[in-house]
């Protein structure tokens, strides 16, 4: 866990002090660059030491044979892994004899700083050499949240004592060595040069690669530029091979006479088009970054952010951790989502390999739920994506003999890559949660020609696999049987409730869709009769329920199972899958995952709130919440049932996942829905933000530790604030026509320019409910209240 | 399908005139030679052309690494593969110019001919080479019953027309060259060149190879010797290479001088004797085996086969195919097991390397219930070497968190080789086989030494297994949760019926060997609180049951899932592992294989008649037998509730299993617990022998086209012939003292000298079952009345 005293906490960047060589990986995960297209990871310029060097273009990727002991049926032969592409992000430095490796020498100070309004990297070390020639290198990064295809460094050297020989080798590097990984099966399989070289040329300060991938058969470019200002007598010389430009820049500079150059990258991919047609998209990206310049660069990128967060920001007052951490987060979130037109959201975003830079249903159940307040058309454009690969997933459901679409549990380009079914391919509910985005985006809003063209057709072919996927039992029941539900740590169960609850909302979205644009419909062979079927097979939905425990089980007889005997179960034990064998964890009472908490959640429609307290009661303590796609969810419902302290440690637990590391993997890249997590804990808990059609309802109620939270949504063409203390919340229409709300079960209207305050109502939730032994969140409140805390802002 | 007219129906052999290289695989398992220690396919003599080549030794395989697309705890990460060990059966002929190849030049005639007897091949050939010259092969083969390392060979060549000049080569050939596999995931993975030489010798009419194995380490030797008979002038010279030993004869022969060789080849192997050692061992038995000469070898093979007839016979009259085909299966089941001493009884004995050699419960669920009667000398030794594994097996169960023993679901050296856990490690229904053989081994032999010292702890560590697989729910009630049962196309369910009791009865077992033995008990640490925990566990066993239905559900919720949509299922989708996912098998009401009709069978004091006859026809309707395990079971509840003509119909399919080669993959070796099925069929199912504890039971019954049954059982001391004809059952007591047996639910005393001949009551069962749409066995009776059948004895 990085509880790294260097990490300064303030409320606009991360920072680091120091540089810990243990920490490396992950901070090079925490310092990614990315808009969504181009992911930078948070290297040193120089390159090494480095824990992974990665840089990535969303949607390369490479095949690699999924091999089995024993095959079967419809299992994917093919899966597809992230790759490294060219690095542009390389300068290396050449101090008289010595190269600039803070391994040697004297490092005397290191910073990093991730700003999240500048959106850069700005980083500065002291550095003496091992012959004690003493320099300052400052370099600012950025990858471009206005122009796509392109990222930039602005990087000087300067001596601190006495004139020194200076050499800077801008460089791009195809087929980078990278460490090799092993033990940890959720670590990525790495591929080895996975990169073919094509052309390369170097001229003046310009150098370009163009590679292809062996498999894959993708043509990709990289092309850099660059600016150099040094003092007279700089050399600058332009060369390539086949995996690396480079340009070197030679100069002799003194105190206060510095070296600076500013490095413009550029990147081109296509699985289509031809080699000189990719070559050229790059040449065109960099001509159109020079043109605008370094400060042009950082000023349309402070001018995209300062719009983002008018839109996105939220505040907390009383914790000044989670105040960063909730920030570090949205940023990450925009980073991921930006500009990542017509490409799925892989779970690490660009900022790392892990997962093998998949995209799971992690992107549609959890970003975009938050994306869709701050930055819908991002949540189109990743939905358009998933459109896109509908052939692929209509062939998935006809070989699996169903129909309709199944999409699949995890993927680059659209094909199922999941080498284990039980876990994969029978998580079925990926496909109502990409229905249930669908579904909220047009709610929020009300994009018609979206819902006509891209949303119909996927509420469509999700309710058919639905309706395929079930059956009527003989009283008429609708059963999903033999499917995965979210909690990883049961599978192939009967009427998982979460599940059967997404699909009955599934059916009858794809059905109201259907209605509203029958034309359409008519085009996707929809009839009244499919219709009425997927109505039928939503209003018989079987859920079941254990009348003598007087709860829910997840699935079928999940309630009978015994429960995992946790007071045998050691604390270095969990992550449990690691420990133990799926097989008892799967027959045996012990959640991974919110998973029927989750239902609590997203079908809170679906339950009585005395039904939520006993459920979530129950669920608490057999859930370990060994996958960061659980504490959220936890605290949401511990607000919604009036445990506001338990909440606000799970709101800090997922707020921090990565700037703790509390998953032991952020070094592979971070995770995305775990960071949007935080504004779900905040919003959709504390806040008791719900959106049911169109009722926008909140139940606002702060921990003891907090004095205020505030923020903002946007929807249905309206912006509204909503800031809450510890007595009231206060509703204000910043833009749009006045909006209804509900605040504690009560209907209000808020106007512009008519603020509305109410009172927030007293709760007695009870006896907060209990978790397995050492398995409870850190307790938020007495961490702060014993100063176990980062710094604060210098 | 092999329907083959050239296959005659003889009682007594197996006789194939003419050669299809269509059916050239299938007809070397079926041809294939074995004592349980050596096994040698039907390979032509002159070894090409060939369908799969195969010498193997028991015990003896290769590793290979299981890989996992994704991998998790307690997957086995090495696998076991029976290799292709030299081949010593080889003699290769060049007449004048050309090599002898049935491919070139006419095969005026050809004929093979296994003797259940004699326990010999004998092969005749007349052959015209391209060249056109004539000659007669002729060869008697046989793997020694009584001495195990032996196998002999006696071969003649003599011209037809006119003198020819021969050379003939006697082989050891390492390394050969197997034909590639791919497609069907239960064909075996083929290991090329799986043995390192390190010492290869010839001399005189004698050649020695000895090798390793690359990765398991295991040492073997193969030795020949000659007995050379040929006209004067005839030459001999043995040569020998890393890979090859070879006799070459040279010999100018002329019509009615012939000549004639006896090889001798004996083999020797270990995994811990030094090289000499085991080289030394193969040298001895091929002394022996010299020592005895040829004749000594055929007469001692048929007096071991005489003795084993005596015990083991079954006599059909009414169905000649029948006859013949529980002959055929006795015998192979003899060779699968007679000789196999510290070794396990792979599913396809030594005939192929099909399953990759492993056993399986087929050995304990299927062959040794019938072994147990005939030969129990080899379930001892079957069984004591499950308890030499029990190392591994006690290791395993504590990787998977469990006490006691969890035997492999599929192994060769002891280790689980499976490399699906939800069909392999889950299906833990294997230790409660292992377990009820044992109770069945001392039922039948009252060994008391064997229940001591091997018996007693197999029982012990198994119900072990199953105190700390499952638990007791709060009404008390103590279920298995998450586990498979037989039935392959249901997996990891909860309460599977079959498992249950099969669990419970190994759990009373267990708890009354260790009465019988407490100070063999202690040294186990078996205790009266553990006992009474056993017995607490099966008193209060779950076993879920559908009062709606009036049927037992397979599992919990079985009932509940959608039937198989066997309408749009076409005939060529079987078996429909091959066409459709397992997801889609598992959450269907379809069986592979008696799952539930099982526990009918073996744990018949746990039903009702009336149950009986109701889950019997339920099941039925959704089982459609992609498994060679499951006719015979279905024979013999057919049978048991009165519905004798598809008891006969399924009688006819085990039987014929693989005469007739009805899952298509004879090729890669015969089904040893499908042929033992006939016996099964016959002696549980039409004569319906139960024999629960010290009660015997008959309840015989013919179908219409059988006119009469008669079979002997060996147990208790005694051997006891039953005769069943139309309307009467005899019993007659062949040796020991009298012996209590119930006739129909009537008890009668049976003594030697006093037969006892009983009245069969009618029966009326009511209508017949249906099966699924094409699933129907093949109506027997009616295939007989319009004469589609091999041709009888010539």
Not at 26 to 53: T, V
Not at 75 to 95: A, C, D, F, H, M
Not at 181 to 209: H, K, N
Request: hydrophobic share 40%.
């Amino acid at each position: 866990m990085i509880r790294h005293p260097a990490f300064a906490c303030e409320p606009w960047s991360l920072r680091l002090t120091g540089l810990d060589v243990d920490v490396l990986a992950q901070s090079e995960s925490l310092f990614a660059l990315s808009n969504g297209h181009i992911g930078w990871r948070g290297n040193l310029d120089e390159g090494e030491p480095h824990g992974l060097p990665g840089s990535y273009l969303s949607g390369v990727y490479e095949l690699r044979p999924l091999p089995y002991p024993e095959g079967g049926y419809g299992y994917p032969e093919s899966g597809q892994t992230v790759i490294n592409v060219t690095n542009g992000k390389l300068i290396r430095l050449l101090v008289n004899d010595e190269p600039f490796d803070i391994r040697y020498g004297q490092l005397r100070s290191h910073e990093l700083s991730l700003d999240f309004r500048d959106g850069v990297l700005r980083r500065t070390a002291e550095w003496e050499s091992p012959d004690g020639y003493a320099v300052r290198v400052s370099s600012v990064r950025l990858v471009s949240l206005v122009q796509r295809a392109v990222a930039a460094i602005w990087y000087e050297v300067e001596p601190l004592d006495e004139p020194l020989r200076v050499v800077v080798q801008s460089e791009l590097v195809a087929n980078e060595q990278l460490p090799s990984v092993a033990g940890d099966p959720r670590a990525t399989a790495v591929l080895e040069a996975p990169l073919l070289a094509c052309e390369d040329d170097a001229r003046d300060v310009r150098a370009r690669l163009v590679h292809l991938t062996r498999e894959s058969g993708l043509c990709l470019a990289a092309s850099m530029d660059h600016v150099v200002d040094g003092p007279p007598g700089t050399g600058v010389v332009a060369e390539s091979s086949p995996d690396l430009g480079r340009v070197t820049v030679t100069a002799s500079i003194s105190p206060g006479h510095p070296l600076r150059l500013v490095k413009f990258v550029s990147y081109g991919w296509s699985g289509s088009r031809s080699r000189p047609a990719v070559r050229d998209q790059a040449d065109a990206a960099l001509a159109a970054a020079r043109q605008t310049g370094w400060d042009g660069l950082l000023a349309e990128q402070r001018g995209y952010l300062d719009d983002f967060w008018a839109r996105a920001d939220v505040q907390v007052d009383g914790d000044a951790e989670i105040q960063q951490a909730v920030r570090f987060g949205l940023f990450h979130m925009l980073q991921a989502t930006a500009r990542g037109e017509g490409r799925g959201i892989p779970a690490k975003g660009l900022t790392g390999s892990g997962y093998e830079g998949h995209c799971f249903w992690d992107s549609e159940a959890f970003v975009m739920p938050v994306l869709t307040y701050l930055l819908p058309e991002a949540v189109a454009h990743a939905l358009s994506w998933r459109q896109s690969t509908l052939p692929m997933a209509l062939d998935r459901a006809r070989q699996l003999g169903l129909r309709g679409a199944a999409f699949p549990w995890r993927t680059i380009h659209g094909e199922e890559c999941s080498g284990y079914w039980p876990a994969g391919t029978a998580a079925f509910h990926v496909n109502a949660a990409i229905a249930d985005a669908v579904t909220r985006y047009f709610d929020i809003t009300q994009d018609e020609a979206f819902e006509k063209t891209v949303g119909l057709e996927l509420l469509v072919q999700t309710a058919r696999l639905w309706r395929s996927l079930g059956h009527h039992d003989t009283e008429g029941a609708f059963r999903i049987a033999g499917v995965t539900g979210p909690d990883e740590y049961s599978a192939v169960a009967d009427n998982n409730v979460y599940t059967n609850l997404m699909a009955q909302r599934n059916l009858r979205a794809a059905a109201d869709a259907a209605k509203r644009h029958p034309a359409e419909a008519r085009r996707l062979d929809v009839d009244e009769e499919e219709m009425a079927g997927w109505r039928d097979a939503a209003q018989a939905m079987y859920v079941p329920y254990d009348p003598v425990l007087g709860v829910h089980p997840q699935s079928d007889n999940f309630t009978n199972h015994q429960v995992w005997d946790f007071a045998a179960t050691k604390p270095d034990q969990y992550p449990l899958m690691l420990y133990f064998p799926y097989f008892d964890l799967y027959r045996k009472q012990v959640v991974k995952q919110a998973d029927l908490v989750l239902a609590l959640h997203r079908r809170g429609d679906a339950f009585t709130p005395e039904q939520k307290a006993r459920d979530f009661a129950y669920y608490e303590r057999i859930t370990v919440r060994d996958s960061s796609l659980s504490a959220c969810t936890q605290s949401v419902i511990a607000a919604e049932v009036g445990h506001m302290d338990l909440a606000y440690d799970y709101l800090a637990e997922a707020a921090l996942m990565d700037l703790e590391d509390v998953e032991h993997n952020t070094r592979d890249g971070l995770h995305i829905a775990a960071l949007v997590g935080s504004w779900i804990a905040l919003v959709e808990g504390l806040a008791g933000m719900r959106h049911h059609g169109d009722l926008l309802c909140f139940a606002p109620r702060l921990p003891s530790a907090l004095t205020r939270l505030s923020f903002t949504v946007s929807l249905l063409g309206r912006r509204l604030r909503v800031t809450v203390d510890r007595e009231t919340a206060t509703y204000t229409l910043l833009a749009g026509e006045p909006i209804k709300i509900v605040h504690c079960g009560r209907p209000d209207t808020v106007a512009m320019g008519a603020p509305v305050s109410r009172p927030i109502p007293p709760i007695s939730p009870g006896e907060p409910p209990t978790q397995p032994p050492g398995r409870r969140p850190a307790p938020r409140q007495s961490m702060l209240d014993t100063g176990i805390r980062r710094p604060a802002a210098t």
